[in-house]
């Protein structure tokens, strides 16, 4: 029975070494560069719906609480599923086959709408922290309302909201590998590639872990180490 483990664990070894030599070499940076830009344009769309939803006027509130919540409500799979196979095929259909969206374009745009509806409420969730008096006293000043939210507001929202943001980016991470069902060449989807090649599903899945653990706990630590600066100046 030892033989037979070792025997096992030998090529089960050296394909644990091929899957993360591929991952370092592809999938990390497929993974990084959907997680930036989808956290980018999801600040970017988090803040706008953030701002509609506060926002006096019925329309604008109405749209981005409708936003807010269907992406909230449905997993993040189905969003994948229903807009690479479903928009997409619909305009490959109207098209007639010459407008089709790449895995990756798709990926990255599914992230981001699913982050801008987290960071709309972070973003809510901070201006909501400081304290109303801020507001009272500029308008007091005849400052105007967008004004003194510019100025005063948004940048103590910002500084509460950072951690959070923070942890935004390492679920952004984790997330990606959702995008493997949609044949982006991330994390997940290197490590399902090379299960198929040899069917050695233990060492394939186990370096897969291992990309992830590693790569969000030095995000973690990054995030960690803000905090206390952030700690340290206040």
Known sequence: MLAKLLEMLGPGFDNFLVVIQKILTVGVWATLKVTVVALFFGVLIGLIACLCKMSKHIIPKAIATVYIEVIRGTPTLVQALFFYFG??????????????????????????????????????????????GQMEAARSLGMPEKLAMREIIMPQAVRTILPSL?????????????????????????????????????????????????????????????????????
């Open 87 to 132: 928009i997409n095929g619909l305009l490959v259909s109207l098209s007639n086959g010459s407008l089709r969206m790449a895995p990756l374009f798709a990926g990255m745009v599914v992230c981001s709408l699913n982050s801008g509806a987290y960071v709309a409420e972070i973003f809510r969730a901070g201006i909501q922290s400081v304290d109303k």
């Open 166 to 234: 923070g942890n935004e980016f390492i679920v952004l991470v984790k997330e990606t590998s959702i995008l493997a069902i949609i044949g982006v060449s991330e994390i997940t989807r290197i490590g399902q590639i090379q299960a198929s090649i040899n069917y050695r599903t233990f060492s394939a899945y186990f370096g897969v872990a291992v990309a992830y653990f590693c790569l969000t706990f030095i995000l973690s630590r990054l995030v960690n180490l803000l905090e206390r600066r952030m700690a340290v100046s206040d």
